[in-house]
């Protein structure tokens, strides 16, 4: 496609439920990037894939959160066990390659815990 | 570690008049400085980045940004606000590391403009 795709656009689960969050990037990119947004914050790192490796995933809030990307395009976030606190936008991203690559980024899925 | 601190939550100007979004980082070496814009149910798009040579970098949209190190700023300009740049702005700043980009984010201005 033309830009990096997510959906669902909207998610609304029940606390404790898991949800599934999708992601396809840009053809050819080799980059993918997690990026958590709170309502009125800036967008926080969760987690870095390089093709199918995960090689940073320092931002990622607890074990309940978990993303892969195993053949190297498409990736999903899951998140086990839903907390309201993990109410937020999901933004997804990614590049060519290497440092300071230009980012592109999907709308993101907005997920509510209620 | 790295952060941004971007002052102002919100910023209103008239269409046609200058504009000013102040940012501030926190880093330990030269920085990767980013400005991007992000309109309602819109993604995040690039307006302009900074990584070394001419402190004075130009932008997508007619923005432009200054990096000035001795007050570890990086502020946003434009000379003459259309009603579409109403939008949320954010400054971030990168590692610049080979592991890729991982940015750190202020809170973003948001920027509303009159007619």
Known sequence: GAGVSQSPRYKVAKRGQDVALRCDPISGHVSLFWYQQALGQGPEFLTYFQNEAQLDKSGLPSDRFFAERPEGSVSTLKIQRTQQEDSAVYLCASSLAGPGGKLFFGSGTQLSVL | ?115
Do not use: M
Not at chain 2, 4 to 28: F, K, M, W
Not at chain 2, 38 to 56: A, I, V, W
Not at chain 2, 72 to 92: G, I, Q
């Open chain 2, 1 to 115: 570690a790295q952060s941004v601190t971007q002052p102002d939550i919100h910023i209103t100007v008239s269409e046609g008049a200058s504009l000013e979004l102040r940012c501030n980082y926190s880093y330990g070496a030269t920085p990767y400085l980013f400005w991007y814009v992000q309109s309602p149910g819109q993604g995040l798009q690039l307006l302009l980045k900074y990584f070394s040579g001419d402190t004075l970098v130009q932008g997508i949209k007619g923005f432009e940004a200054e990096f000035k190190r001795s007050q570890s700023s990086f502020n946003l300009r434009k000379p003459s606000v259309h009603w579409s740049d109403a939008a949320e702005y954010f400054c971030a700043v990168g590692d610049g590391k080979s592991s890729g980009d991982k940015l750190t984010f202020g809170t973003g201005t948001r920027l509303a403009v009159r007619p």
